[in-house]
Antibody, heavy 126, light 112 residues
Framework: EVQLLESGGGLVQTGGSLRLACAASGFTFSRHAMIWVRQAPGKGLEWISGLRGSGDPTFYADSVKGRFIISRDNSKNTLYLQMNSLKAEDTAIYYC???????????????????WGQGTLVTVSS | QSVLTQPPSVSGAPGQTLSIPCTGSRSNVGAGYDVHWYRQLPGTAPKLVIYGNNKRPSGVPDRFSGSKSGTSAFLDITGLQAEDEGDYYCQSYDTSVGVSVVFGGGTKLTVL
């Protein structure tokens, strides 16, 4: 069974940093593009970052570019999101998700995402 | 402001047919990119209900169907049931500036 399990969320002060992890199991992790999506309280889904199976190149939404860094360790079957210079508007549940198409490349325009992890809550407060 | 536009809410009585639209532009849906749909129940992660415009994952009832035409896509649900309630999101790609995954703002489906 394919499973994704996020961790690392919590309460952090404005301007602080946090690293999220997404542990994957049940599939060949290195062969699949992965993404991070967030959902602010009461709001919709926002894609924030993606990367290919090899880990490079990486892609970011404008809202996090220059502050967040996506990476992966294929030897540990784990996806990461390093979040720096956090702002109040970064408060959200953060989900990781796997390429549904089974593509190792991020940006295949036919791609969908399945499954998603259960999410981890990040709260940024002053 | 989401790149893909969905109505905030729709509602219908049990047994009715509902359609949720997802409207994009020439740099996403109108460019021919596939549209996918997810359902999210309160406190849970989104779950795929339609992929590749009109394909159902295993386990999704055939009451759910999808279609796409021009810059719009549609999620149709026939024989509405109480268990269909939830928030529905469409997803595609956008290539107006680089490449990005885009979502609709979500539609809350209520069964009356």
């Amino acid at each position: 069974e394919v499973q994704l399990l996020e961790s690392g969320g919590g309460l952090v002060q404005t301007g602080g940093s946090l690293r999220l992890a997404c542990a994957a199991s049940g599939f060949t992790f290195s062969r699949h593009a992965m993404i991070w999506v967030r959902q602010a309280p009461g709001k919709g889904l926002e894609w924030i970052s993606g990367l290919r199976g090899s880990g490079d190149p990486t892609f970011y939404a404008d809202s996090v570019k220059g502050r967040f860094i996506i990476s992966r360790d294929n030897s540990k079957n784990t996806l990461y999101l390093q979040m720096n210079s956090l702002k109040a508007e970064d408060t959200a549940i953060y989900y990781c998700a796997k390429s549904g198409l089974g593509s190792s490349v991020f940006g295949v325009v036919e791609d969908w995402f399945d499954p998603w992890g259960q999410g981890t809550l990040v709260t940024v407060s002053s | 402001q989401s790149v893909l536009t969905q109505p905030p809410s729709v509602s219908g009585a049990p047994g009715q047919t509902l359609s949720i639209p997802c409207t994009g532009s020439r740099s996403n849906v109108g460019a021919g990119y596939d549209v996918h749909w997810y359902r999210q129940l309160p406190g849970t992660a989104p779950k795929l209900v339609i992929y590749g415009n009109n394909k159902r994952p295993s386990g999704v009832p055939d009451r759910f169907s999808g279609s796409k035409s021009g810059t719009s896509a549609f999620l149709d649900i026939t024989g509405l049931q109480a268990e269909d309630e939830g928030d529905y999101y469409c997803q595609s790609y956008d290539t107006s500036v680089g490449v990005s995954v885009v979502f609709g703002g979500g539609t809350k489906l209520t069964v009356l």
